[in-house]
Structure formats: C-alpha cells, structure tokens
C-alpha cells in the first residue's frame, strides 16, 4: 500500500466516522439500535459461542488433540493439502461456528504448527456457521421447520468441505508441513485461567463487531440507503422480504436471516438462506479476520473463499429444495 494511498483512505475513514458520530448525535433512536444489536448478540451468539471457543482454547492445549491429529493427517493431506491440525480445526468449525475456525488457525499458524499455505488453505474451510445456529435458532425458531435448519447445515457443511479441496491446488507445491512441536507449552495450572480470559476477550470482540454492524446496518436502512436495491431485487425475486433480506443479510447475517424467514418458507427461502449463511456477511468476514489478521493470513484468498462457498451453497440448497417443498 503506497503512503498517498493510505493517507486517502485515512482521510475517507475519518470522514465516514465523522458522519457516524453525527448521525448517531442527531439520531434520538440510536441508544434503542445498540441495545438492540447487543441483544442479537447476547440471545443468538454469546450463548452458542463462547463456551466453544473456552472449549476449543482448553483442546488446543492438550496433547490427546496432537494425537487425534496425527490420525487425521494421511486424510486431510491427501484431499485438502493440510496436515492434520486442519481437520481438527474444521471438525470444531462445524461444530462450534463462526468465527472458532479462523481463530483455531490463526492459533496454530502462530503456534509455528501451519505453514503459510497451509492457514491460507484452512482459512478457506474452517470457516462455517454452526448447527446448533443453522438447525436450532434458524430452522426451529425462525422458520419453525427443524428439516429446514438441518438442510441448510449440510449446505454449509458440504460447500466448506467442497471449499477445501478447490483450495487445496492453493500453491499446490507447498506440502503440508509434519506435525512435530508440542501444541502448547502453557502451564498446565495456568491453562484454564488462560483459555477464560482470552475466550473472553475474543467473544466480546465478536459481540463488537456485531452490535457495531447492526447498528450501522440500521441507520443504513432508516437513511434510505438500500430502497432502491430492495426495489431492484423485489422486481427479480417477486418478493420484498426475500430481497430485503438478501441485503441486509450481506451485512448481519442474522437480521438478514430473521427478515426472510418473516415472510415465511417460499423455495427461494433456502438457497437465500444458503447464501447469506454460506458468505457469512460482512460482519462474519470482519470478525474471521480479525482473528486471522493476528497470524498474517492473507485477506484476499480467504474473501474469494467466502464467494466461493456462497455460490456453492446456493447450488446446493437448489438440489435440497426438492426435499423441502
């Protein structure tokens, strides 16, 4: 990044933020929007997330998780071009959720156990919502329809799993690396104390993120700003609440996720679903590379990673669809 460059985009930032801070001054009904986003946050992903993440720090400390992954390693070197620190990383992607995969990898790249490769091909796959999200609160709560949750899990499931062998061919000379170091060389007394505070700090990072993004996302929204696409995607869809959805959904998934399922289950319902849960939206993206910023992954691979499995999954849930309706 050049220094005119970055003085640019400096100077754009501070505008934006400027015209945040006043929008949020004038706004009588900002408190209500933070409250609200904290209260996303709290509801749907504190409760799902931050025992995963205390769980997974408390694992990845552990020697049997060495072991579990040296099993794994003739697997996932042969079909995602990784050692088998990645498969244990993906096994507690799929089942912990975003953003636990990208912060297992980032652990492991700066525990020297990753190549750079390597993370930059884990990143594209241990990137994946959970089921106790997709199945539980989506299917069950918003739709009231559990077929519809487990549906849109093995869509994200197998476009993540699809995500890791195209990845795989990612600077394809560069093998995977043999496991060897210890995973961890904390304290063993000190290892719960430590996997709390630092499972704290990154869920309150996450809840962050979120609020922040919902309440951005809500002035967005009152401004005016995302009528005229909704229009343009209503005329294409037939249906208002599915475009919505759709854009708000490419912000906070969420939101965008509560939106559409107001409008009750249409066949675009799940392939939309699949999108928005498969490309995470811009507040997922930003909370997995906060994480994989920390081990200086690459940005650009893992967002090409994101579109990939949007795309996939919307391909997937298609073929689903015959199931559902």
């Keep these: 990044m050049t220094t005119k460059f970055q003085g640019f985009l400096e100077k754009g930032v501070f505008v934006l933020c400027l015209a945040f801070a006043v929008i949020l ?139 890791g062998i195209i990845f795989s061919f990612y600077k394809r000379k560069d093998k995977a690396q043999n496991i060897t170091a210890p995973l961890s060389t904390t304290a063993y007394d000190d290892v719960i104390g430590d996997c709390a505070y630092n499972s704290a700090l990154s869920i309150i990072k996450v809840g962050s993120i979120i609020t922040l993004f919902y309440l951005f996302t809500e002035i967005l929204s009152k401004l005016g700003v995302f009528t005229y696409p909704v229009k343009l995607l209503s005329l294409i869809f037939k249906d208002g609440a599915v475009a919505e959805g759709l854009i708000l959904g490419a912000f906070e998934c969420t939101k965008g996720l509560k939106i559409l399922s107001a409008g009750g289950l249409t066949p675009y319902s799940l392939p939309i679903c699949a999108f928005i849960c498969g490309f995470g939206g811009l507040s997922v993206i930003i909370q997995s590379l906060a994480c994989l910023k920390k081990a200086k992954i690459k940005t650009a691979p893992f967002i090409l990673a994101k579109i990939i499995m949007a795309v996939t999954s919307v391909l997937i849930a298609l073929l689903f669809n015959f199931f559902l309706l």
């Design 25 to 163: 001054t004038v706004r009588a009904d900002s408190s209500n929007m933070v409250l609200d986003g904290v209260s996303l946050w709290v509801a749907t992903v504190l409760p799902s997330t931050f025992p995963y993440l205390f769980i997974t720090a408390i694992l990845s400390s552990l020697k049997t998780t060495q072991k579990i992954s040296l099993k794994l390693s003739p697997f996932t070197r042969r079909v995602f071009n990784v050692n088998g620190l990645c498969g244990y990383a993906f096994i507690m992607s799929v089942i912990s959720g975003y953003p636990v995969g990208a912060q297992i990898v980032s652990d492991l790249k700066n525990g020297g156990l990753l190549t750079d490769s390597e993370s930059t091909r884990a990143s594209a796959f241990c990137s994946t919502s959970s089921p106790v999200f997709l199945i539980g609160c989506v299917g069950n709560i918003m739709f009231g329809n559990s077929l519809f949750g487990l549906l849109l899990f093995l869509c994200n499931f197998i476009s993540a799993f699809l995500n």
